[in-house]
């Protein structure tokens, strides 16, 4: 993973950074403040980003209002032409959001929408898996925790 770029155009659609556009590795995307200063360093409709481990998105709308939202699993939501969108999918392991199952959305390129969704895993063999290899028990925790 080392070799791969840290940003990355994908199509004219969509673009993927680890972190946010400014700061491709270590910016976490948290609040509307943040993706205000990050919508005009990108091009496309949308940016994945992943850094924060957190489920939500921020959506720009015509009039310049940048809106967070933190959707449910099962949400299904419509990538509209004129609003521009950060959407973090959220994690599989290490979440940071007190919700321990594991994060992903879905997008479906004829409707043009993303469903988020959380599924059960088993945890606690993937504890005993880290704690074989001698991963630090802060991370062996969080996975319990969500956070």
């Not at 949400?75 to 994060?103: C, W």
């Not at 063999?125 to 074989?132: G, I, P, S």
Request: aromatic share 8%.
């Amino acid at each position: 993973m080392g070799n791969l770029p840290a940003s990355r155009r994908v199509n004219d659609q969509f673009t993927v950074v680890h972190a946010s556009p400014r700061e491709p590795v270590w910016e976490y995307l948290l609040t509307p403040a943040q993706a205000m200063a990050n919508f005009s360093l990108f091009d496309t409709q949308v940016c994945l980003i992943g850094h924060s481990h957190v489920q939500l998105g921020f959506r720009l709308g015509l009039a310049g209002h940048c809106e967070r939202f933190l959707p449910h699993s099962g949400h299904t939501m419509k990538l509209h032409k004129h609003e521009r969108y950060f959407i973090n999918p959220g994690s599989v392991g290490q979440p940071r959001d007190q919700d321990p199952r594991a994060a992903y959305i879905v997008y479906d390129t004829d409707a043009g929408t993303l469903r988020f969704n959380r599924i059960e895993y088993d945890i606690n063999q993937t504890q005993l898996q880290m704690r074989n290899v001698d991963l630090p028990m802060a991370l062996i925790r969080r996975l319990e925790l969500g956070m």
